[in-house]
T-cell receptor, first 113, second 112 residues
Framework: DARVTQTPRHKVTEMGQEVTMRCQPI?????VFWYRQTMMQGLELLAY????????DSGMPKDRFSAEMPDATLATLKIQPSEPRDSAVYFC???????????FGSGTRLTVV | KQEVTQIPAALSVPEGENLVLNCSFT??????LQWFRQDPGKGLTSLLL?????REQTSGRLNASLDKSSGRSTLYIAASQPGDSATYLC???????????FGSGTKLNVKP
């Protein structure tokens, strides 16, 4: 089965450090989402792209978060500088506009100490 | 803004029971609705996808229904098993394709 690949699976970093999370969407999918999941807030949409163009990043703290799609096979989410409140699981999902649903990756569990 | 509510937040049942999980949404102008399963520490696994024109979808022991006009969907699990224990999330995709709105989930525990 085709799947969305996220790396790293786990990341522990010190406050103030830069963190980069990567996502390889399913080949052919033209829409990519970044979500963050915490116990308190549940699943929050951070950003999404269609055909590599950012369509909505209103869910991201702009001063420290950035999301890009340098090419169709890679989406990145960066946090600089990281803070303890950024500790969460970050999910990437991809899909194709039409009738299909979305496929989620296994997530990156980020811990900022 | 679309709001998605799932009731109950948690459910504990003995093995073998049939059970129903509920999902309600405030804006009926949806494109489709998707049910996911999430195991502890894992990602989301898609279970069923219902298009706005459909009334239900079935996969094995799972059946999901959609009543768009009343803003409701139910996930029916027949003959529950301990392996069904997980958190079940519903997600609504609006007609403008912009976002996927998630409910907060129902945490299911099936006791042997």
């Amino acid at each position: 089965d085709a799947r969305v690949t996220q790396t790293p699976r786990h990341k522990v970093t010190e406050m103030g450090q830069e963190v980069t999370m990567r996502c390889q969407p399913i080949l052919g999918h033209n829409t990519v989402f970044w979500y963050r999941q915490t116990m308190m807030q549940g699943l929050e949409l951070l950003a999404y792209f269609r055909n590599r163009a950012p369509l909505d990043d209103s869910g991201m703290p702009k001063d420290r978060f950035s999301a890009e799609m340098p090419d169709a096979t890679l989406a990145t989410l960066k946090i600089q500088p990281s803070e303890p409140r950024d500790s969460a699981v970050y999910f990437c999902a991809s899909g194709f506009i039409g009738t299909d649903g979305y496929t989620f990756g296994s997530g990156t569990r980020l811990t900022v100490v | 803004k679309q709001e998605v509510t799932q009731i109950p937040a948690a459910l504990s049942v003995p093995e073998g029971e049939n059970l129903v999980l509920n999902c309600s949404f405030t804006d009926s102008a949806i494109y489709n609705l998707q049910w996911f399963r999430q195991d502890p520490g894992k990602g989301l696994t898609s279970l069923l996808l219902i298009q706005s024109s459909q009334r239900e979808q079935t996969s094995g022991r799972l059946n999901a229904s959609l009543d768009k006009s009343s803003g409701r969907s139910t996930l029916y699990i027949a003959a529950s098993q301990p392996g069904d224990s997980a958190t079940y999330l519903c997600a609504v995709r609006p007609g403008d394709f912009n976002k996927f709105y998630f409910g907060s989930g129902t945490k299911l525990n099936v006791k042997p």
